[in-house]
């Protein structure tokens, strides 16, 4: 160890010594010293404290101890790699601790017992799993001595808690008066796993701990990431997939990401027919013909191997928005994008771990390459790109922990029967919905019930579905034939995003509490047509249409099977910066009314799940100055069932910077069903500080100054029904509807706002 570090823990040594010794007459034999070094990778923001790996009391071997390795190793367990680059030391501590013998004297009376043994004081029948009810005696803890043996089963009674003995364990004190439970293992061998038979009681089990493993992810994702996109706003989504991509559970985050994250993984195993994946891989993806949403939303794949296996098992995955990836504007969200290439860097598929080794050089170039085109730039976040990233791997590296005890616990058989019957009860539930829909058709042809309907863009071009559900068997074909060829801007989507969008409309319909699975989709064939809107071609523009054509096919499915009115139809995407950096947000609006609910007011809808930036966050980190925030009194439409209305929320810069506004609803109205009126269309203005006023429209990119205040007015939700239809009950088939709020979903919403 450097000489300077030494002599600074010596220094600090001597004065927890000094102060212990005169401060609090402690003797110093009796005081213990610990060390402690916070160590970081050159280039990185997070350090992590660690005590030796190798352990000396005395400073004279302080140049022998070893603090590298144990910093290696909690990172490797932190992040799932190491890197190859010098550590920093970025602060010292040391802890002096004090020891007296009071613990020593106290046991004076906790002797052994002279004579006799100890006695229970009752005895009561108790369950205890694969054992069933057993007689189990009751002893108060201060009956117990040292060299007392208590057998499990046993309930040890103290006066501020209840201890209880497992069958196959037995406890005793030790000579500290601590109460120690041993496990004994030749018993193991009754605690025997799950059979592969369907359980119910199992089933909603491993349902639960699915989910589970998805929502800690996304913690630990939250934690370790340093950017406001993923840290405040909660911009990601987790989950976990089969060995062959499909979605086994995911945690409600971002419902835009979750159907679309099956197709990244089902990519990345056929691409790796020809670039195996092995264990210690990551794989880095973007692209928007390779599963990818929007290039922003960069998705880390890692594959779960257990034991020996030669294949994964299960891969878990991760997708995060990133404030800045490079291309024509700060955020890169451009709205006058007519090429892929014009928005940011793509990635196919990257390894950016390669046998746990970190590939930062390669990662980099990844960033910088959008410098190469016309009017583009590079990453303008690097620093924040590359800590992110390794926050992704870290979220995955704890889903791969999870599930590896998961198996461990009932065995890789019994683990992958219960993914598939969560699957399969998934696919009867979505058949068992389709088949009570057909009630609601337009027009019947053969066996099949058939639904129409169409929505339109602001720049007119027009979103088409048909649906055709089978009768008897509860199949559904959804085809978008008719759809506008794709547009000569980033309104495009990704077939991805049609997924995403069936998927989460079919989960809302359900009145089943069960996750968001592959199986959903399995009865439903989706027909796109080519180099359409919502199938474009490689090279084309997307940005806009993960954050509003999504939007818009998700009214268009509720438009279509008459579930409820409109929402805003749209995430208002803002985003504003300069050469140092930029800032993006989504902003809430109403939501539409349906049977039996009035519409929220200025919240997120359906395919964003985000939350809103905190002001003071806001504030400190850039330069802007949130003017006004507040609900758009009546722009929800009128009803029985009013739509919510939307939102107001204005910026004053402080700083000369690239403003960009990437919206819809700004030309037709959020539609209302039954009767009811549509919401008030959105709003953009920006009010130089002499006072002009300047309509941007749907999309635009401008320069503002210092003083300059944009308004934000987002769409209202439409109504659902009037009164005088009410009174004579004549949507009593919508009335059987129901509206969950419970479950994992609904405690996850606790949670965040707990944060």
Same mark, same amino acid.
């Given at each position: 160890?450097?000489?300077?570090?030494?002599?600074?823990?010596?220094?600090?040594?001597?004065?927890?010594?000094?102060?212990?010794?005169?401060?609090?007459?402690?003797?110093?034999?009796?005081?213990?010293?610990?060390?402690?070094?916070?160590?970081?990778?050159?280039?990185?923001?997070?350090?992590?404290?660690?005590?030796?790996?190798?352990?000396?009391?005395?400073?004279?071997?302080?140049?022998?101890?070893?603090?590298?390795?144990?910093?290696?190793?909690?990172?490797?367990?932190?992040?799932?790699?190491?890197?190859?680059?010098?550590?920093?030391?970025?602060?010292?501590?040391?802890?002096?601790?004090?020891?007296?013998?009071?613990?020593?004297?106290?046991?004076?009376?906790?002797?052994?017992?002279?004579?006799?043994?100890?006695?229970?004081?009752?005895?009561?029948?108790?369950?205890?799993?694969?054992?069933?009810?057993?007689?189990?005696?009751?002893?108060?803890?201060?009956?117990?001595?040292?060299?007392?043996?208590?057998?499990?089963?046993?309930?040890?009674?103290?006066?501020?808690?209840?201890?209880?003995?497992?069958?196959?364990?037995?406890?005793?004190?030790?000579?500290?008066?601590?109460?120690?439970?041993?496990?004994?293992?030749?018993?193991?061998?009754?605690?025997?796993?799950?059979?592969?038979?369907?359980?119910?009681?199992?089933?909603?089990?491993?349902?639960?701990?699915?989910?589970?493993?998805?929502?800690?992810?996304?913690?630990?994702?939250?934690?370790?990431?340093?950017?406001?996109?993923?840290?405040?706003?909660?911009?990601?989504?987790?989950?976990?997939?089969?060995?062959?991509?499909?979605?086994?559970?995911?945690?409600?985050?971002?419902?835009?990401?979750?159907?679309?994250?099956?197709?990244?993984?089902?990519?990345?195993?056929?691409?790796?027919?020809?670039?195996?994946?092995?264990?210690?891989?990551?794989?880095?993806?973007?692209?928007?013909?390779?599963?990818?949403?929007?290039?922003?939303?960069?998705?880390?794949?890692?594959?779960?191997?257990?034991?020996?296996?030669?294949?994964?098992?299960?891969?878990?995955?991760?997708?995060?928005?990133?404030?800045?990836?490079?291309?024509?504007?700060?955020?890169?969200?451009?709205?006058?994008?007519?090429?892929?290439?014009?928005?940011?860097?793509?990635?196919?598929?990257?390894?950016?771990?390669?046998?746990?080794?970190?590939?930062?050089?390669?990662?980099?170039?990844?960033?910088?390459?959008?410098?190469?085109?016309?009017? =583009? $730039?590079?990453?303008?976040?690097?620093? /924040?790109? @590359? #800590?992110?990233? !390794? %926050? &992704?791997?870290?979220?995955?590296?704890?889903?791969?922990?999870?599930?590896?005890?998961?198996?461990?616990?009932?065995?890789?058989?019994?683990?992958?029967?219960?993914?598939?019957?969560?699957?399969?009860?998934?696919?009867?539930?979505?058949?068992?919905?389709?088949?009570?829909? =057909? $009630?609601?058709?337009?027009?019947?042809? /053969?066996? @099949? #019930?058939?639904? !129409? %309907? &169409?929505?339109?863009?602001?720049?007119?071009?027009?979103?088409?579905?048909?649906?055709?559900?089978?009768?008897?068997?509860?199949?559904?074909?959804?085809?978008?034939?008719?759809?506008?060829?794709?547009?000569?801007?980033?309104?495009?989507?990704?077939?991805?995003?049609?997924?995403?969008?069936?998927?989460?409309?079919?989960?809302?319909? @359900?009145?089943?509490?069960?996750?968001?699975?592959?199986?959903?989709?399995?009865?439903?064939?989706?027909?796109?047509?080519?180099?359409?809107?919502?199938?474009?071609?490689?090279?084309?523009?997307?940005?806009?249409?993960?954050?509003?054509?999504?939007?818009?096919?998700?009214?268009?499915?509720?438009?279509?099977?008459?579930?409820?009115?409109?929402?805003?139809?749209?995430?208002?995407?803002?985003?504003?910066?300069?050469?140092?950096?930029?800032?993006?947000?989504?902003?809430?609006?109403?939501?539409?009314?349906?049977?039996?609910?009035?519409?929220?007011?200025?919240?997120?809808?359906?395919?964003?799940?985000?939350?809103?930036?905190?002001?003071?966050?806001?504030?400190?980190?850039?330069?802007?100055?949130?003017?006004?925030?507040?609900?758009?009194?009546?722009?929800?439409?009128?009803?029985?069932?009013?739509?919510?209305?939307?939102?107001?929320?204005?910026?004053?810069?402080?700083?000369?910077?690239?403003?960009?506004?990437?919206?819809?609803?700004?030309?037709?109205?959020?539609?209302?069903?039954?009767?009811?009126?549509?919401?008030?269309?959105?709003?953009?203005?920006?009010?130089?500080?002499?006072?002009?006023?300047?309509?941007?429209?749907?999309?635009?990119?401008?320069?503002?100054?210092?003083?300059?205040?944009?308004?934000?007015?987002?769409?209202?939700?439409?109504?659902?029904?009037?009164?005088?239809?009410?009174?004579?009950?004549?949507?009593?088939?919508?009335?059987?509807?129901?509206?969950?709020?419970?479950?994992?979903?609904?405690?996850?919403?606790?949670?965040?706002?707990?944060?």
């Amino acid at each position: 160890m450097n000489n300077f570090i030494i002599y600074q823990i010596k220094d600090l040594q001597d004065q927890c010594i000094k102060d212990l010794v005169e401060k609090e007459n402690f003797s110093p034999d009796l005081i213990e010293i610990e060390y402690y070094l916070n160590l970081r990778y050159h280039g990185t923001d997070t350090g992590i404290m660690c005590s030796p790996h190798i352990y000396r009391a005395s400073p004279n071997d302080l140049k022998y101890t070893d603090f590298l390795t144990s910093f290696l190793n909690r990172y490797r367990t932190e992040y799932g790699f190491v890197l190859n680059r010098d550590v920093y030391v970025d602060d010292i501590r040391v802890r002096g601790i004090g020891k007296t013998m009071l613990q020593d004297q106290h046991l004076v009376r906790i002797c052994c017992r002279k004579e006799g043994k100890l006695e229970a004081i009752d005895s009561k029948n108790v369950y205890f799993d694969n054992h069933g009810f057993i007689k189990t005696s009751l002893y108060r803890f201060e009956d117990v001595l040292i060299k007392d043996t208590v057998y499990g089963p046993a309930i040890i009674i103290d006066k501020n808690s209840t201890i209880l003995i497992e069958p196959d364990c037995l406890a005793h004190l030790n000579d500290r008066g601590d109460l120690v439970i041993e496990v004994l293992l030749e018993t193991t061998e009754h605690h025997l796993p799950a059979s592969t038979q369907l359980d119910i009681t199992q089933l909603s089990i491993f349902s639960h701990r699915f989910m589970s493993i998805a929502e800690q992810m996304g913690r630990i994702l939250q934690r370790t990431s340093v950017s406001t996109n993923i840290k405040e706003r909660l911009d990601f989504s987790c989950a976990m997939f089969d060995s062959n991509g499909g979605l086994v559970a995911n945690a409600p985050h971002i419902p835009v990401h979750l159907g679309a994250m099956q197709e990244a993984v089902k990519y990345q195993i056929a691409f790796s027919k020809e670039n195996p994946i092995k264990n210690g891989d990551v794989i880095l993806s973007n692209h928007p013909a390779c599963g990818g949403s929007h290039l922003p939303d960069l998705t880390v794949i890692t594959p779960v191997f257990y034991e020996n296996s030669d294949k994964p098992v299960f891969f878990v995955a991760n997708r995060g928005h990133h404030a800045d990836i490079g291309g024509l504007t700060p955020g890169s969200m451009p709205p006058t994008s007519t090429k892929l290439w014009q928005e940011g860097a793509a990635f196919k598929s990257l390894k950016i771990v390669q046998n746990n080794v970190f590939n930062e050089k390669e990662i980099v170039e990844g960033f910088n390459a959008p410098a190469r085109f016309p009017n =583009c $730039s590079g990453s303008r976040n690097l620093s /924040d790109n @590359l #800590s992110d990233l !390794k %926050a &992704q791997i870290a979220a995955n590296k704890r889903g791969i922990d999870l599930i590896t005890q998961l198996i461990d616990e009932y065995g890789l058989k019994v683990v992958l029967s219960y993914m598939g019957y969560i699957q399969h009860t998934a696919e009867i539930s979505v058949r068992s919905l389709m088949k009570n829909l =057909c $009630s609601r058709c337009d027009f019947e042809k /053969d066996d @099949l #019930s058939c639904f !129409k %309907a &169409q929505e339109s863009m602001d720049d007119g071009s027009n979103i088409d579905l048909t649906v055709e559900i089978d009768k008897k068997t509860g199949s559904a074909i959804f085809d978008f034939s008719g759809t506008s060829y794709q547009v000569n801007g980033n309104l495009n989507a990704p077939k991805a995003i049609s997924s995403s969008a069936i998927i989460y409309c079919i989960r809302c319909m @359900l009145d089943y509490d069960i996750p968001l699975n592959q199986g959903c989709l399995e009865p439903i064939k989706i027909k796109i047509p080519e180099e359409s809107l919502l199938s474009p071609s490689e090279d084309a523009a997307v940005v806009g249409g993960n954050v509003t054509t999504s939007q818009r096919i998700v009214d268009l499915i509720l438009k279509v099977f008459k579930i409820c009115a409109a929402s805003q139809g749209c995430m208002n995407n803002i985003t504003f910066g300069n050469d140092k950096g930029g800032y993006y947000e989504t902003v809430g609006g109403g939501a539409g009314a349906g049977p039996g609910w009035n519409g929220r007011h200025g919240v997120h809808t359906h395919m964003t799940n985000t939350r809103i930036t905190d002001v003071e966050i806001l504030e400190n980190r850039y330069p802007i100055q949130l003017n006004k925030f507040s609900i758009r009194e009546n722009s929800g439409g009128l009803g029985t069932y009013n739509g919510g209305n939307g939102l107001v929320r204005e910026y004053i810069f402080r700083e000369k910077l690239k403003l960009c506004v990437l919206t819809e609803r700004r030309v037709f109205h959020p539609y209302g069903m039954a009767g009811g009126q549509p919401g008030s269309r959105g709003r953009n203005t920006l009010i130089r500080k002499n006072g002009k006023h300047l309509n941007l429209g749907s999309k635009s990119e401008i320069e503002v100054d210092s003083g300059d205040l944009f308004r934000l007015e987002t769409p209202g939700g439409g109504g659902f029904g009037t009164k005088k239809e009410l009174q004579e009950n004549t949507f009593d088939e919508f009335l059987n509807i129901q509206v969950i709020q419970s479950g994992s979903l609904n405690q996850y919403s606790y949670n965040q706002q707990s944060v």
